[in-house]
């Protein structure tokens, strides 16, 4: 089953939300290649196509988190890299062929990307859309 999108996990940024939807895809192809047993080459192409987008998405909202001035900003980069550290082991587990891409590693990427978005982004969604006021 596809990890999908909702319109209530929007933070209301349209660039945003893009960048969002691009991580459930590579989510998805995570989840499709641990239920295909899919080969090393394709998982580690995926972990590291993961890994450089978390890098490029965090850089753009981040900046944008520090142009607002947003009050918990160190929180949330706190957050941004604790995912990346995780994911950075996973993409040299992976090219070590140390890595067991399994249903509980898949959950933890799933499960922090979407208590990320609904808790920590959609925060800073709400605080943004009060300052425009």
């Not at 996973?90 to 067991?100: A, D, F, G, T, V």
Request: charged share 35%.
């Amino acid at each position: 089953m596809d990890i999908s999108w909702k319109e209530s996990y929007s933070v209301g940024i349209t660039k945003i939300d893009e960048q969002h939807k691009k991580l459930f895809e590579l989510l998805n192809e995570l989840k499709d290649a641990q239920e295909n047993e899919k080969d090393y080459g394709f998982i580690s192409k995926t972990i590291s196509e993961l890994f450089d987008y978390s890098v490029y998405h965090f850089k753009i909202e981040e900046d944008l988190l520090k142009e607002i001035n947003y009050p918990h900003l160190n929180e949330h980069i706190e957050e941004h890299e604790y995912f990346r550290r995780q994911v950075s082991e996973l993409q040299k587990m992976s090219n070590e062929r140390k890595l067991i891409l399994n249903v509980k590693l898949v959950i933890f990427l799933k499960e922090w990307i979407f208590t990320h978005i609904l808790a920590s982004d959609k925060d800073f969604g709400r605080f943004l859309k009060t300052i425009e006021k």
